[in-house]
């Protein structure tokens, strides 16, 4: 695994979300609830909107689009459930966050 430093822990703050260019990709990292960092797919696999326009409410990951949601522990749909998005490998390095894409495809549905 090539982990990839995107940022600091304090820059992603519990119940906050944020995006960054990865290795090319478009990534979306979400301090849930609890204060574990996740790191996502940043395009809806809906539309190709991206998901840091959206709403986060330390539980769900929303579109704005056209509000489809995804459960910010796991990235599963919720609204639909026949959804998901990528997650990418996180890892805390003392205050860093360091991110995996290698191997890690996002993820598109139909609809």
């Known amino acids: 695994m090539a982990f990839t430093k995107v940022c600091l822990i304090e820059d992603v703050w519990e119940g906050e979300m944020q995006s960054f260019q990865v290795n090319g990709k478009e990534v979306l990292l979400v301090c849930t609830d609890g204060g574990e960092i996740k790191a ?49 490998p996180v890892q805390i390095d003392g205050d860093d966050v360091l991110i995996d894409t290698a191997n890690v495809e996002p993820l598109f549905a139909q609809g």
Not at 42 to 47: A, N
Not at 59 to 80: E, M, V
């Open 40 to 88: 996502f797919q940043g395009i809806c696999p809906h539309q190709d909107i991206p998901l840091i326009d959206g709403k986060f409410d330390g539980k769900k990951i929303i579109c704005k689009a056209h509000l489809w949601q995804f459960d910010a522990g796991t990235g599963k749909g919720i609204n639909p459930s026949n959804c998901a998005l990528a997650e990418y």
